[in-house]
């Protein structure tokens, strides 16, 4: 089976925020060194999946399996220090903390030790944010915002990094680069990249695989090219949506 | 006057001096007559003219360096804000001036030179060494004291709601706590200060956690009328549970603290006859003023610390934003615990230092009002500024004790003036000024913990009002 060999793997979980259900029976697996995109409208569920992951709401029913380990029932931080980073929906820097520091809170489970090293690996994928290293996060641009929460995620030495929206409200420009160091550092590094996205056509060009969800119910998965290539996803989420 | 703001210091400082005399001379035309000479009656109903050099000096003295000052620092200051903010470029992470740089240490030494520098200005006043120790007393223990233990209040409060973000209106229960553990044990066991102190910490803190349990999941709003309660809680049962606390009686005669067994009793074995000084309470209070200063400094110097550790971050960063915190593998309820426990450690210790000085405590002393003020002196400070609660601290407290003092406004407002009656008056409306003119207290900016090559204050233009 391709669980054996999936890092993560989500298995028929069902999330609720009180009595409404919000993701029913949602199975989705990535494999170690792949990039995996979820794709959907808004309202879909998922960030919910994202945060489902982290147990902030916690799944009802279903397992989800980290490298072989149950992690459904683990609290947020115990998740984290699994080596699952993300970078939330609405970026979630800390604002009044400069970037260093923002950079600081993402190591936090390391005691600085590969502080330096790993900062001049975010500074090589970013450079922009070297620039502005004093800077305070909530006075970056909105891509800058976006680079520091993703080097803030990488910050914790992540094997499976969440991207929850990185493109959101970014100009066309910025998206494209940050997608492209997304691919560079999965093709470097082998990181393994679930990513959650509105923009279909950028995420099914730069994942693996994909999967399509609507109203909490994933309806389409398969090989990228296919989805791209598959007429009901293009009408729904590629035609006329198309950069 | 009219004249172009020149940029040169060395005129400036001239110009400055120049101006500051006149402004002198002027004083002294117009107030010799008015305040330098004064006719009273004498028994025999004759007019005597008194001559009041002193006060006229005074006068002079004000009005010649206030006109300096003002030409030399406010006006130039003034020019250059207004500069600066028309330029309204690099408004982030501006240099700080010498000034502020070297503020915290000047403060530092004369808050130790404080007392003796009191008593040798009264003493040269009154001409003698044991005037010059009795008319301390005021200063040192009204004054000195009274303030410091806002400001280590203030400053452990800061631990809550400046770091952690969280909104704590209870937070005069630790004070409380600390005060009666001291009272109470001190009292039944006959322990000693140096041994109480740490305990009465200890207790504050585990009733710290004991409030952080059930509000770990509350923030804001809610998270305030959780503390306000506990605040209450801690207090009626104070009141109530009399076979204890003995009610509203409070407890008297609680042992006073000692200088290492030395204690502060006039006769054979007291600290002035060890020493061979003069009987005075003096001794006492300025001992104790020492005592609150270090502790007050203890709370600075573990806050300052700890906000470079691991634990310090991560309560800013859950001031910041609690989901993001958790996805970085932050503890949160550990984190909230600490912020509680930590912040009520320092509660206790004022507390329990309270009771020493006082010999008495009731629970009038730790009503919501309290609490309310040491809440309001840390926001008018700047959440999470040392420095700027301090000041406030030394504003609000020093002011109240200040409106004690002022009998001139008898002679305006009439004899039926007690200006007691308007303090929390005052206090509200200086609050409200501020407020206006610095929405994010007197220090509104946050000082970078980690930093690349040089320290910069992050301007106040760009931080947020507290959201806890």
């Given at each position: 089976?391709?669980?054996?060999k999936a890092l993560l793997s989500i298995?028929?979980?069902?999330?609720?925020?009180?009595?409404?259900?919000?993701?029913?029976?949602?199975?989705v697996h990535a494999d170690a060194g792949e990039i995996v995109t979820l794709i959907?409208?808004?309202?879909?569920?998922k960030s919910?999946l994202m945060m489902?992951i982290f147990?902030?709401?916690?799944?009802?029913?279903?397992?989800?399996?980290f490298d072989?380990?149950?992690i459904?029932?683990?609290?947020?931080?115990?998740i984290a220090r699994l080596r699952i980073a993300q970078s939330p929906e609405g970026r979630r820097i800390f604002?009044?903390?400069t970037v260093q520091e923002n950079l600081q809170m993402g190591a936090s489970l390391d005691?600085l030790e590969y502080f330096d090293e790993d900062v001049r690996k975010v500074f090589d994928l970013f450079p922009r944010l070297k620039e502005r290293i004093?800077q305070?996060g909530?006075?970056l641009s909105g891509g800058e915002q976006q680079m520091l929460a993703i080097g803030r995620a990488l910050m914790a030495r992540p094997r499976l990094l969440l991207l929850d929206e990185p493109s959101l409200g970014l100009a066309p420009l910025i998206i494209k680069h940050i997608f492209e160091a997304i691919k560079e550092l999965n093709k470097t590094t082998g990181l393994t990249v679930f990513l959650v996205e509105q923009n279909a056509f950028g995420a099914l060009k730069l994942a693996d695989r994909g999967y399509?969800?609507?109203?909490?119910?994933?309806?389409?998965?398969?090989a990228s090219k296919?989805l791209l290539?598959?007429?009901?996803?293009?009408?729904?989420?590629?035609?006329?949506?198309?950069h | 006057?009219?004249?172009?703001?020149?940029?040169?210091?060395?005129?400036?400082?001239?110009?400055?001096?120049?101006?500051?005399?006149?402004?002198?001379?002027?004083?002294?035309?117009?107030?010799?007559?008015?305040?330098?000479?004064?006719?009273?009656?004498?028994?025999?109903?004759?007019?005597?003219?008194?001559?009041?050099?002193?006060?006229?000096?005074?006068?002079?003295?004000?009005?010649?360096?206030?006109?300096?000052?003002?030409?030399?620092?406010?006006?130039?200051?003034?020019?250059?804000?207004?500069?600066?903010?028309?330029?309204?470029?690099?408004?982030?992470?501006?240099?700080?001036?010498?000034?502020?740089?070297?503020?915290?240490?000047?403060?530092?030494?004369?808050?130790?030179?404080?007392?003796?520098?009191?008593?040798?200005?009264?003493?040269?006043?009154?001409?003698?060494?044991?005037?010059?120790?009795?008319?301390?007393?005021?200063?040192?223990?009204?004054?000195?004291?009274?303030?410091?233990?806002?400001?280590?209040?203030?400053?452990?409060?800061?631990?809550?709601?400046?770091?952690?973000?969280?909104?704590?209106?209870?937070?005069?229960?630790?004070?409380?706590?600390?005060?009666?553990?001291?009272?109470?044990?001190?009292?039944?066991?006959?322990?000693?200060?140096?041994?109480?102190?740490?305990?009465?910490?200890?207790?504050?803190?585990?009733?710290?956690?004991?409030?952080?349990?059930?509000?770990?999941?509350?923030?804001?709003?809610?998270?305030?009328?959780?503390?306000?309660?506990?605040?209450?809680?801690?207090?009626?049962?104070?009141?109530?549970?009399?076979?204890?606390?003995?009610?509203?009686?409070?407890?008297?005669?609680?042992?006073?603290?000692?200088?290492?067994?030395?204690?502060?009793?006039?006769?054979?074995?007291?600290?002035?006859?060890?020493?061979?000084?003069?009987?005075?309470?003096?001794?006492?209070?300025?001992?104790?003023?020492?005592?609150?200063?270090?502790?007050?400094?203890?709370?600075?110097?573990?806050?300052?610390?700890?906000?470079?550790?691991?634990?310090?971050?991560?309560?800013?960063?859950?001031?910041?934003?609690?989901?993001a915190?958790?996805s970085l593998g932050?503890?949160?309820?550990?984190?909230?615990?600490?912020?509680?426990?930590?912040?009520?450690?320092?509660?206790?210790?004022?507390?329990?230092?309270?009771?020493?000085?006082?010999?008495?405590?009731?629970?009038?002393?730790?009503?919501?009002?309290?609490?309310?003020?040491?809440?309001?002196?840390?926001?008018?400070?700047?959440?999470?500024?040392?420095?700027?609660?301090?000041?406030?601290?030394?504003?609000?407290?020093?002011?109240?004790?200040?409106?004690?003092?002022?009998?001139?406004?008898?002679?305006?407002?009439?004899?039926?003036?007690?200006?007691?009656?308007?303090?929390?008056?005052?206090?509200?409306?200086?609050?409200?000024?501020?407020?206006?003119?610095?929405?994010?207290?007197?220090?509104?900016?946050?000082?970078?913990?980690?930093?690349?090559?040089?320290?910069?204050?992050?301007?106040?233009?760009?931080?947020?009002?507290?959201?806890?």
């Amino acid at each position: 089976m391709a669980q054996n060999k999936a890092l993560l793997s989500i298995e028929n979980v069902e999330t609720y925020y009180g009595n409404i259900r919000a993701l029913s029976g949602v199975t989705v697996h990535a494999d170690a060194g792949e990039i995996v995109t979820l794709i959907g409208a808004n309202g879909a569920g998922k960030s919910t999946l994202m945060m489902t992951i982290f147990g902030m709401p916690r799944a009802r029913t279903g397992r989800i399996i980290f490298d072989g380990k149950d992690i459904t029932q683990l609290p947020a931080h115990e998740i984290a220090r699994l080596r699952i980073a993300q970078s939330p929906e609405g970026r979630r820097i800390f604002p009044r903390m400069t970037v260093q520091e923002n950079l600081q809170m993402g190591a936090s489970l390391d005691k600085l030790e590969y502080f330096d090293e790993d900062v001049r690996k975010v500074f090589d994928l970013f450079p922009r944010l070297k620039e502005r290293i004093n800077q305070r996060g909530g006075t970056l641009s909105g891509g800058e915002q976006q680079m520091l929460a993703i080097g803030r995620a990488l910050m914790a030495r992540p094997r499976l990094l969440l991207l929850d929206e990185p493109s959101l409200g970014l100009a066309p420009l910025i998206i494209k680069h940050i997608f492209e160091a997304i691919k560079e550092l999965n093709k470097t590094t082998g990181l393994t990249v679930f990513l959650v996205e509105q923009n279909a056509f950028g995420a099914l060009k730069l994942a693996d695989r994909g999967y399509v969800m609507v109203n909490g119910i994933v309806t389409m998965s398969g090989a990228s090219k296919d989805l791209l290539a598959n007429p009901e996803v293009r009408a729904a989420y590629l035609e006329g949506g198309r950069h | 006057m009219a004249d172009v703001q020149t940029s040169n210091p060395e005129s400036n400082f001239a110009k400055a001096v120049k101006e500051g005399l006149v402004a002198a001379a002027l004083a002294l035309g117009l107030f010799l007559l008015i305040v330098g000479f004064r006719t009273d009656q004498n028994i025999r109903n004759e007019l005597v003219l008194n001559q009041r050099w002193g006060l006229l000096a005074i006068f002079v003295l004000v009005a010649g360096f206030g006109r300096f000052f003002l030409t030399a620092y406010v006006t130039p200051w003034n020019a250059a804000r207004a500069a600066s903010k028309r330029a309204a470029v690099a408004k982030e992470a501006k240099e700080q001036s010498a000034f502020r740089k070297s503020f915290p240490r000047i403060g530092l030494a004369l808050l130790f030179v404080y007392p003796f520098l009191v008593i040798a200005i009264l003493a040269a006043y009154n001409g003698s060494l044991m005037g010059g120790l009795q008319g301390s007393l005021k200063y040192v223990d009204n004054f000195g004291i009274q303030i410091l233990i806002y400001v280590m209040l203030a400053w452990g409060l800061n631990i809550v709601i400046g770091l952690a973000g969280l909104l704590d209106l209870g937070y005069v229960a630790f004070y409380a706590v600390g005060a009666y553990s001291y009272a109470l044990l001190s009292s039944h066991f006959g322990l000693s200060f140096w041994l109480l102190l740490p305990m009465a910490g200890i207790f504050a803190a585990l009733w710290g956690i004991v409030l952080g349990f059930p509000v770990l999941r509350l923030r804001g709003d809610y998270l305030a009328i959780v503390t306000l309660a506990f605040g209450e809680i801690i207090r009626l049962v104070l009141i109530n549970w009399t076979v204890v606390t003995k009610g509203t009686f409070g407890i008297s005669g609680i042992a006073k603290a000692t200088l290492f067994g030395i204690p502060f009793t006039p006769g054979p074995g007291g600290f002035a006859n060890l020493l061979g000084l003069p009987n005075s309470g003096v001794y006492y209070k300025v001992f104790l003023y020492y005592l609150i200063l270090l502790l007050a400094l203890l709370t600075a110097w573990v806050t300052i610390r700890l906000r470079r550790m691991p634990i310090g971050r991560a309560w800013e960063a859950l001031r910041e934003d609690e989901i993001a915190c958790r996805s970085l593998g932050i503890n949160t309820t550990t984190t909230k615990l600490t912020a509680f426990a930590t912040g009520a450690m320092f509660g206790g210790f004022a507390g329990s230092f309270f009771a020493a000085r006082q010999g008495f405590v009731s629970p009038e002393s730790f009503v919501f009002l309290e609490s309310a003020i040491i809440l309001a002196i840390v926001v008018l400070g700047g959440m999470g500024s040392l420095v700027g609660i301090a000041i406030a601290a030394a504003v609000m407290i020093g002011g109240t004790e200040l409106l004690r003092e002022l009998e001139f406004l008898k002679h305006i407002f009439g004899n039926d003036f007690t200006p007691e009656l308007y303090r929390m008056l005052l206090f509200g409306l200086a609050m409200i000024v501020v407020m206006v003119w610095k929405p994010r207290g007197f220090v509104g900016n946050r000082e970078p913990s980690a930093f690349l090559h040089k320290r910069k204050l992050i301007s106040s233009e760009f931080t947020k009002e507290g959201h806890g």
